[in-house]
């Protein structure tokens, strides 16, 4: 099957600092790729859809200017949490779409001191 | 309209036996619903997935089975083994909206030996 990595696969930063993760589709090309969040026991939050070339689209309540996201090329997408807090501790997990399959990256585990 | 509803939200099966996770879904509109299996701190993994004009898929001991009148789907893990405990989220998307996922809650499986 597809394979996405993601790096690092823990960050472990100061209270405002910004912390950048890479998602990466390793044998495919992937026009559309998207981040999620996911909270101990929950299900996952899509936060953003990131295309090719273009602006991503967030989704609603998801803050554009704190989570940025950049999709330079067909298999490489990154999201930098701005400033980070503690609050912004959590799962983050990218995906990359090839067709209609999603192809689930092994997550970045996050933690704001 | 939105959303997808799963149940159970956790299951205990004994080895050998049949793991039965349930989903609903109201937009009718979705065309592609796929079930993903997840470790704790890994990403999910495609197990299994469905479109809406097939009754039941199965791919070794997983089964789906869709029932398009009813707007539900649902996973069949036959001979149930202890490494199949993990969370499994369905999850349904359409082309309308760039394959968007909308993911279920989630049901936390645990085999027994």
């Known amino acids: 099957g597809a394979v996405v990595s993601q790096h690092p696969s823990w960050v472990i930063c100061k209270s405002g600092t910004s912390v950048k993760i890479e998602c990466r589709s390793l044998?495919?090309?992937?026009?559309?790729m998207f981040w999620y969040r996911q909270f101990p026991k929950q299900s996952l939050m899509l936060m953003a859809t990131?295309?090719?070339?273009?602006?991503?689209?967030?989704e609603q309540g998801v803050e554009k200017d704190k989570f940025l996201i950049n999709h330079a090329s067909l298999t490489l997408s990154t999201l930098t949490v701005t400033s980070a807090h503690p609050e912004d501790s959590s799962f983050y997990i990218c995906?990359?779409?090839?067709?209609?399959?999603?192809?689930f990256g092994p997550g970045t585990r996050l933690t704001v001191l | 309209q939105q959303q997808v509803k799963q149940s159970p939200q956790s299951l205990i099966v004994q080895k050998g036996g049949i793991s039965i996770i349930n989903c609903a879904y109201e937009?009718?509109?979705?065309?592609?619903f796929p079930w993903y299996q997840q470790f704790p701190g890994k990403g999910p993994a495609l197990l299994i997935a469905?479109?809406?004009?097939?009754s039941e898929k199965k791919e070794g001991r997983f089964t789906i089975s869709f029932n398009k009148s009813a707007k539900q789907f649902s996973l069949h893990i036959m001979d149930s083994q202890p490494g199949d405990s993990a969370t499994y989220f369905c999850?349904?998307?359409?082309?309308?909206?760039?394959?968007?996922?909308?993911f279920g809650e989630g049901t936390q499986l645990t085999v027994n030996p």
């Open positions: 469905i479109r809406p004009d097939v």
């Open positions: 937009n009718t509109a979705f065309d592609y």
């Open positions: 990131s295309n090719e070339g273009s602006k991503a689209t967030y």
């Open positions: 999850a349904a998307s359409m082309k309308t909206s760039g394959s968007r996922l909308t």
């Open positions: 995906s990359a779409r090839t067709f209609d399959e999603q192809f």
């Open positions: 044998d495919f090309q992937a026009t559309t």
